[in-house]
Each structure stands twice: as structure tokens, then as C-alpha cells.
């Protein structure tokens, strides 16, 4: 341990402790956080089905061509294991289906199986890694008018049926071979740019199609589902077929997660609010940590207000345990393999800084009505000292402090990203 970020520590440490805190049980709480680090920021949601797999429309839309990123699976993991090891902590890898490992061969994605994924379970488990997974409806010609699940021509969603129900059966094969449940996230692009008339009847026939797709049970040590909602997207700026109201109510109904995404909602909406609620209906939550910039542009996650709030109210809600923490933003404009060192310490930082919160002292405010000593306490947080307790854990944890992520991402950039012409 550095001499510097120990003594820093220590001060830290003291000032905490004057507020009722103590830093020893928040690091103690940080390590057992465990986030779903996407794999798709290696590659701009590309995936690896053909050789030459380019995204095209179907709902994601990435933007900027920062030379680097990962061109086949092996970079991809090369990328995955630098990523990890600028993050403290024990964490998971969230696949997408688009992912597998087609040998060059053409697998239509209604058949994508676990067969496709042998490797990634072997990379896992040399890891201690659990899997998180997701089907891939988007980015495909079947997704093309907009609509998947929820399309009118049953040729049409009789196939993204059958790529929901594989795809269920991967994430069991992850949480059997792994021993840790995978957290399958079902989200589909369906929706209008302009006004629909039917809005009912595209809801009805999502409402049929999800019940085919979870018809079969999986055990909960295997699996779980959650279904993403959205309220507007890029090609569906009118109407979005699985919107927060429509997945709400099936989620609850069926008793599945709804997965909360930041950016999929309007933008003075927060995500922060929603949990206390969700959590007295619900026993799990799925978050997908983004950054939306005036829309869902998924932007790299900084430690915002928005990060700030959320990451409190998760600590202060006291469910961490039940509420599943996947990140979900991609950028192409800048070295993606700090785009999630940034991403995922922001999300860690925000949840230390909760934990480090006098809970008792704000509480007691609260319960008192005392407006002005709550507001001033909090304000008082904003210039404590964090940041020392942020180094002392990354050290603790055998990661970069914030200066030296940034060499060592530079040097990855140099060493590795530079030769992938
Ligand atoms: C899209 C959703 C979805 C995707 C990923 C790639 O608006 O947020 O979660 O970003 O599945
Ligand atoms: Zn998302």
C-alpha cells in the first residue's frame, strides 16, 4: 500500500467517524457489489455472427469510429480481461446472443443455443465469472419493419419467439455450469416513428408472444427473467410496444423483473425515485446504468447527479442484494476500454460515496422535519473526503488508482488497440 493513500485514508477515515461512519464496513459492503459489465462496448454491438457482422438499424444505434475496437471474439476477451482488471471487485459479464461462437458459420439466430457458448463458460469459469445474457432482437433483417414480438406476421414473430425461448435456455446452461443464476434481460425495439392507430393490438400480441417465450420454468437457481422497458427510441419516437406501463404490469402479472434502463425514460425522469416503489411490489430489480444525453444515447457513465441519486437509493432502499446492477452504454468515439474503467468505477464511486452517507444523522433529520439540517449535512458530504477512502479501496483491491488508469489504459491502447488496423 502506497504510504500517501494510507495516510489520506487515515484522515479520511477519522472525519468519517466524527459523522457516525465507519469506513472499514462501507469497503466491506463495496466488495461484495457485484456489477454486469456488458460486452458489448468492445465492439459498438456488432457481435460476431458473420465474419464480417456490421450493425444495421433495428433500434441500437452507436455512434463514432475511435480505431481499437475488438474484431473477434479473442480480442474481445482480451479486452473483457483488461476491462476487469480496472475495476475493484468481483463482477459478471453480461452476453449478448449475438456473441456466440458460430465457428464462421451462418447460425440464424432462432437457433443460437448453447452449444454456441461452450467457450464463454469455460472463460467463465477459469475466471469465477458469472454470465448475464440476453436474446438479440434487434439488428437483424426479421427486425427490419420494427417490429419483433409484436409483429402482425406471425412468420415474423414465430422466429423471435423461437429466439426468446433459445436464448432462455442458454442463460440456464450459464447458471447451471456456474452455479450462479444468469440474469436473462429480454428487451426488443418494437415500435412507430409516427402515430400508430393499434396500439392496442400490437400490445395484445407482445402480451401473447412473451407468454410463449417464458412458458417453459426454469428453476430460479438457473435463471431469471427481466423484460426492459422503454418509452422511446430512435425509429420508434411515437410508440414504443413495451413501454414502462405495459412491462410493469406483465412483469407483475407473471412475476418477472422489470429492468430499469436510464435512458429509457423522459429526460427529467429519474430512475432514483422509481426503486422504493418497485421494490414494495417486486423482490428483484434489473438496472441497466446508461447515460442519456437528451435522448437514450447511452453516453459512458460519469458520476453525475443522476448516478449520484440512483446509487443512494439503492444503499438507502437496503435491497442492494436484490437488485442487479448491468451497465449499458457504448460509445465509439473514444478507447473503449476506458470507456468502461470510467463506467463501471463511476457506478462503484457513486455506491461508495452512498455507503459512506451518516445514515442514522440524515434519518433522524428526516424523521424530525429538520428541512435545513438534512439539506446542509448533505451538502457537507459533497466535500468530504471520498475520494481517499476511492484510492485506498482500489489499492486494497489491486487496481489502479484514478491517475494510474488512466497510464495504464493508454498503454493497452498503445501495446494492443493500435495494431487492430
Ligand atoms: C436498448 C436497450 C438494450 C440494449 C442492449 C444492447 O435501448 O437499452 O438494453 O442497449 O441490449
Ligand atoms: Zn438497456
Known amino acids: ?158 422466429f423471435w419467439i423461437r429466439h426468446g425461448q433459445k436464448s432462455r435456455e442458454v442463460a440456464a446452461y450459464f447458471g447451471r455450469e456456474l452455479g450462479t443464476p444468469s440474469i436473462i434481460n429480454t428487451w426488443i425495439p418494437d415500435g412507430s416513428k409516427d402515430v400508430p392507430v393499434d396500439r392496442m393490438g400490437y400490445r395484445s400480441i407482445l402480451k401473447d408472444s412473451l407468454d410463449e417465450v417464458f412458458a417453459k420454468d426454469f428453476p430460479a437457481s438457473e435463471m431469471r427473467d427481466a423484460v426492459e422497458t422503454k418509452l422511446f427510441g430512435i425509429g420508434s419516437e411515437s410508440f414504443v410496444v413495451g413501454s414502462h406501463e405495459f412491462y410493469m404490469g406483465y412483469a407483475m402479472s407473471r412475476k418477472k423483473m422489470v429492468c430499469l434502463d436510464l435512458g429509457h425514460f423522459h429526460p427529467t425522469e429519474l430512475i432514483a425515485d422509481k426503486l422504493s416503489s418497485v421494490y414494495q411490489f417486486f423482490d428483484e430489480v ?69 455507503y459512506l452517507e451518516p445514515s442514522a444523522a440524515l434519518k433522524q433529520f428526516d424523521a424530525e422535519g429538520n428541512a435545513f439540517g438534512r439539506l446542509a449535512l448533505l451538502e457537507q458530504l459533497k466535500s468530504m473526503p471520498s475520494g481517499a477512502v476511492w484510492d485506498y479501496y482500489c489499492e486494497m483491491m489491486g487496481v489502479p488508482v484514478e491517475g494510474e488508469m488512466i497510464k495504464d489504459v493508454l498503454a493497452y491502447e498503445k501495446d494492443v488497440l493500435a495494431g487492430r488496423k
Not at 459523522?19 to 459492503?29: P, S, Y
Not at 434489473?286 to 437509493?313: A, F, G, M, Q
Request: a negative charge; one cysteine or more; charged letters at 25%.
Open 286 to 354: 434489473l438496472l441497466h446504468v446508461s447515460r442519456p444525453v437528451r435522448w437514450d444515447s447511452d453516453h459512458v457513465v460519469i458520476l453525475n447527479d443522476d448516478i449520484r441519486y440512483l446509487t443512494e437509493e439503492i444503499v438507502r432502499c437496503g435491497n442492494i442484494k436484490n437488485t442487479y446492477i448491468g451497465l449499458d452504454f457504448f460509445d465509439g468515439t473514444m478507447n473503449r476500454i476506458g470507456a468502461y474503467a470510467i463506467g463501471a468505477r463511476s457506478t462503484l464511486k457513486g455506491l461508495l460515496m452512498a
Open 1 to 158: 500500500m502506497n504510504d500517501r493513500t494510507l495516510k489520506m485514508y487515515n484522515i479520511a477515515k477519522e472525519m468519517y467517524a466524527e459523522l457516525g461512519v465507519d469506513t472499514d464496513k462501507a469497503l466491506e459492503a463495496m466488495k461484495a457489489v457485484s456489477l454486469s459489465l456488458h460486452c458489448w462496448q468492445t465492439d459498438d454491438v456488432g457481435g460476431f455472427e458473420t465474419p464480417d457482422a456490421e450493425l444495421s438499424g433495428g433500434g441500437i444505434q452507436v455512434t463514432g469510429n475511435y480505431p481499437g475496437k475488438s474484431r473477434s471474439i479473442p480480442e474481445m476477451r482480451d479486452d473483457l480481461d483488461k476491462a476487469f482488471s480496472l475495476i475493484p471487485g468481483t463482477h459478471r459479464l453480461n452476453l449478448h446472443s449475438i456473441y456466440g461462437e458460430f465457428d464462421g458459420k451462418k447460425v440464424e439466430r432462432d437457433e443460437i443455443g448453447p452449444e454456441h457458448f461452450t467457450g464463454w463458460v469455460e472463460w467463465a469459469k477459469e475466471r469465477k465469472l458469472g454470465l448475464d445474457y440476453n436474446g438479440s432482437f434487434f439488428s437483424h433483417p426479421m427486425a427490419d419493419t420494427g417490429y419483433t414480438l409484436s409483429s402482425k406476421d406471425k412468420t415474423v414473430r414465430d
